[in-house]
Nanobody
């Protein structure tokens, strides 16, 4: 089985920083594009940032210049450094990855269970 586990969420004041981590584990042949998405209650899940296996990145306009996505391929881990946080960044943040299974040799998208980020004074 393949799973993604996020960590690093919590409560932070406006202007503060948090670093999210997401580790992939299980029967994995390769981990391709990884990313972070977020969802507010009552809203659709939205892209925050993605990073390819070679390190090409993409960001939502709302987080450009404040958030940085990175990855450690050896550790099968993706990070999201979030700086200058705003109340509107409050959401559940989900990790996503396209993973090829070492058992089936087929690839599919996997999601973590999410970690809550609350930006409030």
């Amino acid at each position: 089985q393949v799973q993604l586990v996020e960590s690093g969420g919590g409560l932070v004041q406006p202007g503060g920083s948090l670093r999210l981590s997401c580790v992939a584990s299980g029967s994995i042949l390769s981990v391709n594009t990884m990313g972070w998405y977020r969802q507010d209650p009552g809203k659709e899940r939205e892209l925050v940032a993605t990073i390819t296996i070679v390190g090409s990145t993409k960001y939502a306009d709302s987080v450009k210049g404040r958030f940085t996505i990175s990855r450690d391929n050896a550790k099968k881990t993706v990070y999201l450094q979030m700086n200058s946080l705003k109340p509107e960044d409050t959401a559940v943040y989900y990790c996503n990855a396209f993973i090829v299974s070492s058992k089936t040799y087929s690839g599919m998208n996997y999601w973590g269970k999410g970690t809550l980020v609350t930006v409030s004074s």
